[in-house]
C-alpha cells in the first residue's frame, strides 16, 4: 500500500468582546457598564496528523492548545479625580486591575507496528502541561507622587508525561499473550513523582 497522510486543525475563540459587547453596549444606559467584561475571552486550538507508512506502521500526532482569559473582577476600577484650587495636585489616579489566566497543553504521539500476523506493537508517548496565574495590583498616584503601588500574584502549574508500550502476541488460535509497559511522571511545584508499571496478560482457551 501506497503511504498515505491525512491531518486536520480546528481552532475556536470567544466573540463576547467583539459582536456582543458593541451591539449591548447601544441597549445598555452606562456603556462602560459591561467594559469589564470584554476581558474574558477563550481560545483553543486542535489538531491532528496520521502518517500511514504502510500496512504495517502508522503514526498518530494530536496537539491541543487552550487559554481562559478572566481578567475582570467586581474590584476593578480605573478612576481620576481633577484636583482644585487647593490641591497642589493636578490629578488623583486610582486604579484597581486583575490578570487570571488558565491554559493548557497537551500533546500526544501514537505508532502502530505489526510485525507479522501474530506479533504487533504500539508505543504511545504523552505530554501535558497546565499553568494558572492570577494577579492583583493597585496603584494610586498623583502627578508629582506615587502614594500606592502594590500587587499580590499566584501561581500554579502541573506537569504530566507518560511513555508506554503494549504488544499482542498470538501463539495459535487458542493462545493470545498481552502486555503493557508503562512510565509516568506527574510534577507539581517542586515535587515529582516517577511511575513504573508491567502488567502481563495470557488468554486459553480450552477447546476440550
Known amino acids: 500500500m501506497e503511504r498515505h497522510t491525512s491531518f486536520n486543525i480546528a481552532a475556536r475563540a470567544s466573540y463576547f468582546n467583539w459582536i456582543m459587547q458593541p451591539l449591548l453596549d447601544k441597549v445598555y444606559d452606562n456603556p462602560n457598564a459591561l467594559k469589564p467584561y470584554s476581558k ?7 489538531a491532528k496528523f496520521v502518517h500511514k507508512f504502510s500496512d504495517r506502521d ?23 479625580y481633577k484636583g482644585d484650587d487647593n490641591d497642589n495636585s493636578d490629578y488623583l489616579l486610582i486604579k484597581h486591575s486583575t490578570i487570571n489566566h488558565w491554559d493548557n497543553v497537551m500533546g500526544s504521539a501514537y505508532w502502530t507496528h505489526l510485525f507479522n500476523n501474530s506479533f504487533s506493537l504500539n ?9 494558572y496565574y492570577l494577579k492583583l495590583s493597585s496603584l494610586e498616584r498623583t502627578e508629582k507622587e506615587i ?7 499566584f501561581n500554579s502549574e ?3 508525561a507518560s511513555l508506554s508500550t503494549d504488544f499482542r ?5 487458542n493462545t493470545t499473550y498481552d502486555g503493557v509497559l508503562k512510565v ?8 515529582w513523582t516517577l511511575t513504573v508499571t508491567f502488567c502481563l496478560k495470557a488468554k486459553i482457551r480450552n477447546l476440550s
Open 158 to 160: 502541573i506537569n504530566e
Open 123 to 131: 508505543v504511545n508517548a504523552n505530554i501535558s502541561h497546565y499553568l
Open 184 to 191: 509516568h511522571t506527574n510534577g507539581c511545584f517542586l515535587k
Open 40 to 46: 474574558m475571552n477563550y481560545y483553543d486550538l486542535n
Open 169 to 173: 502476541l498470538k501463539r495459535d488460535l
Open 147 to 153: 502614594k500606592e503601588d502594590s500587587y499580590a500574584s
Open 58 to 80: 502508522k503514526l498518530t500526532a494530536v496537539v491541543y492548545w487552550g487559554k481562559d482569559v478572566s481578567d475582570a473582577s467586581p474590584s476593578d476600577s480605573y478612576k481620576i
